[in-house]
């Protein structure tokens, strides 16, 4: 047995420093999931059968003995069930749109041929080997003598937004410009559209916007002309939360709603007795949420994230009736308790508001003109012509205009980001403050007689077509994706925030399972530590053919939006059997060794 689990207990030892000093994704390439250490496995389970089988004929005294060592093969096969037939993914879902792909970790290529369109998949773990022009990757492309040349790969793609001319005369207007500045050695390259919204629009660094507008707004700072403060108050009820009774001063009405709730329900349902601990919970019209204790607010001026718009909390019924047209209180329990809130919203503010902006209009074919405004100064105003370049005022940025287009239209074009290491090193442009990053390989054709074709950038979960003589594929790259048999659909997600602040206290998911085997849709909720199951059953539960899916990440800018973490694990069942049966073995060999023989 040391034979075997001597190199065993090595290997496990070297996985174990390998991950901590690279990541869990190099210990399962070179250890866990290399060929070599589950041939080794399946070594070890033959060899703890053969040594369980040389005790036969068993006796009572080998209960314990042949227990435990059923045990660690059951778990062996346990471990080695989940890999081949489990999978751990991703899916990112959004409101109302069923879908049914997962994204796995794991990297492939695609490769299609234009001879007969058929499609194969070759894995292809780039991070753990990833090709370089001294060592690129020779791939043989099935059905033809021609083969694949990887010879570069980047972990962050740079896209390059150009604008360039339309190819349809309905097509909007668009502007190209390249801010720059030299105490950063950074150019940042803007292309904007005049439609859609989308593409009028550029968040620069999170620090500044810039938009492309029919013609620039106003430049008067009149107080007169900007909107009126709208004021409202709300009466809100434990006991009808969904019906306010709301007075608003003017027609239009801000979209806020106010409740009264209670902090602690828990304690409530254990205890009917205990006191109520109410807060106050204001909804803005993006469903945001923000709660305040009442005592900490009642009778106060309670500022709302935008800054500018406030909340007063005037009065507080814990028995709230109505005596000759007047809200009063017919006891001190909480038999009905309401609030009355004052509400003054200024519509336009927001965190936004705050920020320097950048408003461009043409002017002509090849003129535009730009208004700089900051908070608590005049707007600047001037004109620019193609290559012309201005201050911006913020820092020592510069902007300069490249191209005017009548009709324009965007061109994405992608290519490595400079290392941090390298002497031509410069930030990421547009790329790194509105994509993610994105890696790319490096890909070619080669003929049999070593001639190359042109190369091609290709990013994750894009495809380029590859051409050589008369020979084309189409290569893709990106994550392994896995097809669910039944349809998720979010229906709604809400973040609860902790008392009086805007620090999340969970995520709960709402899903809709929408299954052929099932005769109707089912429905399960996940959250904080507590995932959801489809398709539920707790015999499926048992054997480990439920799929598990865990909060994973949420997009604060879209509450309509939430990813979760896939778990799909059949040899779950054989791993805890198998623990169990260890454990009884070895307690079997320790505490139940059976009378002894009495001596002569």
Request: proline share 9%; charged share 20%.
């Given at each position: 047995?040391?034979?075997?689990?001597?190199?065993?207990?090595?290997?496990?030892?070297?996985?174990?420093?390998?991950?901590?000093?690279?990541?869990?994704?190099?210990?399962?390439?070179?250890?866990?999931?290399?060929?070599?250490?589950?041939?080794?496995?399946?070594?070890?389970?033959?060899?703890?059968?053969?040594?369980?089988?040389?005790?036969?004929?068993?006796?009572?005294?080998?209960?314990?003995?042949?227990?435990?060592?059923?045990?660690?093969?059951?778990?062996?096969?346990?471990?080695?069930?989940?890999?081949?037939?489990?999978?751990e993914?991703?899916?990112?879902?959004?409101?109302?749109?069923?879908?049914?792909?997962?994204?796995?970790?794991?990297?492939?290529?695609?490769?299609?041929?234009?001879?007969?369109?058929?499609?194969?998949?070759?894995?292809?773990?780039?991070?753990?080997?990833?090709?370089?022009?001294?060592?690129?990757?020779?791939?043989?492309?099935p059905?033809?003598r021609?083969?694949?040349?990887?010879?570069?790969?980047?972990?962050?793609?740079?896209?390059?937004?150009?604008?360039?001319?339309?190819?349809t005369?309905?097509?909007?207007?668009?502007?190209?410009?390249?801010?720059?500045?030299?105490?950063?050695?950074?150019?940042?390259p803007?292309?904007?559209?005049?439609?859609?919204?989308?593409?009028?629009?550029?968040?620069?660094?999170?620090?500044?916007?810039?938009?492309?507008?029919?013609?620039?707004?106003?430049?008067?700072?009149?107080?007169?002309?900007?909107?009126?403060?709208?004021?409202?108050?709300?009466?809100?009820?434990?006991?009808?939360?969904?019906?306010?009774?709301?007075?608003?001063?003017?027609?239009?009405?801000?979209?806020?709603?106010?409740?009264?709730?209670?902090?602690?329900?828990?304690?409530?349902?254990?205890?009917?007795?205990?006191?109520?601990?109410?807060?106050?919970?204001?909804?803005?019209?993006?469903?945001?949420e923000?709660?305040?204790?009442?005592?900490?607010?009642?009778?106060?001026?309670?500022?709302?994230?935008?800054?500018?718009?406030?909340?007063?909390?005037?009065?507080?019924?814990?028995?709230?009736?109505?005596?000759n047209?007047?809200?009063?209180?017919?006891?001190?329990?909480?038999?009905?308790?309401?609030?009355?809130?004052?509400?003054?919203?200024?519509?336009?503010?927001?965190?936004?508001?705050?920020?320097?902006?950048?408003?461009?209009?043409?002017?002509?074919?090849?003129?535009?003109?730009?208004?700089?405004?900051?908070?608590?100064?005049?707007?600047?105003?001037?004109?620019?012509?193609?290559?012309?370049?201005?201050?911006?005022?913020?820092?020592?940025?510069?902007?300069?205009?490249?191209?005017?287009?009548?009709?324009?239209?965007?061109?994405?074009?992608?290519?490595?980001?400079?290392?941090?290491?390298?002497?031509?090193?410069?930030?990421?442009?547009?790329?790194?403050?509105?994509?993610?990053?994105?890696?790319?390989?490096?890909?070619?054709l080669?003929?049999?007689?070593?001639?190359?074709?042109?190369?091609r950038?290709?990013?994750?979960g894009?495809?380029?077509?590859?051409?050589?003589?008369?020979?084309?594929?189409?290569?893709?790259?990106?994550?392994?994706?896995?097809a669910?048999?039944?349809?998720?659909?979010?229906?709604?997600?809400?973040?609860?925030?902790?008392?009086?602040?805007?620090?999340?206290?969970?995520?709960?998911?709402?899903?809709?399972?929408?299954?052929p085997?099932?005769?109707?849709?089912?429905?399960?909720?996940?959250?904080?530590?507590?995932?959801?199951?489809?398709?539920?059953?707790?015999?499926?539960?048992?054997?480990?053919?439920?799929?598990?899916?865990?909060?994973?990440?949420?997009?604060?800018d879209?509450?309509?939006?939430?990813?979760?973490?896939?778990?799909?694990?059949?040899?779950?069942?054989?791993?805890?059997?198998?623990?169990?049966?260890?454990?009884?073995?070895?307690?079997?060999?320790?505490?139940?060794?059976?009378?002894?023989?009495?001596?002569?």
């Amino acid at each position: 047995a040391w034979f075997f689990l001597s190199p065993m207990a090595i290997a496990v030892a070297a996985a174990t420093v390998t991950e901590s000093r690279f990541d869990t994704a190099v210990a399962r390439h070179y250890f866990y999931r290399a060929p070599w250490f589950s041939g080794w496995l399946m070594l070890l389970c033959l060899n703890l059968a053969c040594a369980a089988l040389t005790r036969w004929p068993w006796q009572r005294k080998h209960l314990g003995f042949v227990i435990t060592h059923c045990g660690i093969i059951t778990l062996l096969i346990g471990a080695m069930a989940g890999r081949i037939t489990g999978f751990e993914a991703f899916v990112t879902l959004h409101k109302d749109i069923p879908q049914r792909r997962l994204i796995t970790p794991e990297t492939i290529l695609t490769v299609q041929s234009a001879r007969d369109g058929g499609l194969d998949r070759l894995s292809f773990p780039v991070e753990l080997d990833p090709p370089s022009p001294r060592h690129p990757r020779l791939l043989p492309l099935p059905d033809t003598r021609y083969r694949l040349k990887i010879d570069d790969y980047s972990a962050r793609m740079e896209e390059l937004r150009e604008i360039v001319p339309a190819s349809t005369i309905d097509a909007s207007a668009g502007v190209g410009l390249e801010f720059h500045t030299e105490m950063m050695g950074q150019t940042v390259p803007v292309a904007l559209l005049q439609s859609p919204d989308a593409a009028a629009n550029f968040d620069f660094f999170g620090l500044a916007r810039i938009r492309l507008l029919p013609k620039l707004p106003d430049a008067t700072l009149d107080k007169k002309n900007e909107p009126a403060p709208l004021v409202e108050t709300h009466v809100a009820l434990a006991a009808m939360p969904e019906q306010p009774v709301i007075h608003a001063a003017q027609k239009q009405t801000s979209g806020y709603r106010v409740y009264l709730g209670a902090e602690n329900i828990d304690e409530l349902q254990a205890n009917p007795k205990a006191p109520v601990q109410f807060i106050v919970i204001i909804r803005n019209p993006e469903g945001n949420e923000l709660s305040w204790p009442l005592d900490a607010v009642k009778g106060k001026k309670t500022l709302l994230p935008d800054g500018v718009s406030q909340m007063v909390v005037a009065d507080f019924w814990p028995d709230f009736a109505m005596k000759n047209g007047k809200p009063v209180t017919l006891s001190n329990e909480p038999n009905n308790p309401a609030i009355l809130v004052h509400l003054q919203i200024v519509p336009g503010k927001s965190a936004d508001s705050k920020r320097p902006t950048l408003n461009l209009a043409l002017l002509g074919k090849d003129q535009l003109a730009y208004q700089i405004s900051k908070p608590g100064t005049p707007p600047i105003r001037g004109t620019a012509k193609v290559g012309d370049a201005f201050a911006l005022g913020w820092a020592d940025w510069q902007a300069r205009v490249k191209t005017i287009e009548p009709q324009a239209e965007i061109r994405s074009t992608f290519n490595p980001t400079p290392t941090a290491n390298s002497a031509n090193a410069k930030a990421p442009a547009a790329m790194g403050m509105n994509s993610p990053a994105l890696p790319g390989i490096h890909a070619r054709l080669i003929s049999p007689d070593g001639r190359e074709g042109e190369p091609r950038w290709i990013v994750s979960g894009t495809s380029q077509a590859l051409v050589l003589d008369k020979e084309v594929v189409r290569a893709g790259f990106g994550l392994k994706p896995v097809a669910l048999p039944f349809s998720i659909t979010l229906e709604k997600f809400d973040v609860p925030r902790d008392e009086g602040t805007s620090t999340p206290a969970n995520f709960i998911s709402s899903l809709r399972f929408d299954d052929p085997a099932l005769p109707q849709p089912r429905r399960d909720t996940a959250q904080m530590n507590s995932p959801a199951m489809h398709p539920g059953s707790f015999w499926r539960s048992l054997l480990g053919w439920n799929y598990k899916f865990s909060q994973a990440q949420w997009n604060p800018d879209d509450l309509n939006e939430t990813t979760l973490q896939v778990l799909y694990d059949p040899g779950w069942p054989f791993k805890w059997t198998g623990s169990l049966m260890i454990c009884l073995g070895i307690a079997v060999m320790f505490y139940f060794k059976g009378p002894k023989k009495k001596k002569d």
